[in-house]
């Protein structure tokens, strides 16, 4: 449980460095079956959760992060 635990703190403090940045996303998925949320992977492996389409799936965008919940980032993909 311990080492659990302190994967998620430092999953959690890794992202946070993140914040604010434009990252490059691997496009997924739809995120939790929510309409027009989708979610990725940057190239190091941070989940990251942005508005989206269908079309972006399997594409890479970039994107503004914007705020974070645990490990998880969200933002806005930017053009």
Same mark, same amino acid.
């Given at each position: 449980?311990? #080492?659990?635990?302190?994967?998620? +703190? @430092? ?7 993140? @914040? ?5 996303? #691997? !496009? +997924?998925?739809?995120?939790?079956? +929510? $309409?027009? #949320?989708? +979610? ?8 990251? !959760?942005?508005?989206?389409? %269908?079309?972006?799936? $399997?594409?890479? !965008?970039? !994107? ?9 980032? %969200? ?5």
């Amino acid at each position: 449980r311990t #080492l659990i635990r302190l994967g998620k +703190e @430092l999953s959690t403090r890794f992202a946070s460095l993140r @914040l604010g940045k434009v990252l490059d996303v #691997l !496009v +997924e998925q739809r995120f939790q079956d +929510e $309409g027009s #949320l989708y +979610e990725g992977l940057t190239d190091n492996y941070i989940r990251v !959760v942005f508005p989206g389409c %269908e079309d972006l799936r $399997g594409k890479i !965008v970039k !994107v503004k992060t914007t705020r974070q919940k645990g490990a998880i980032l %969200e933002g806005n993909i930017i053009t």
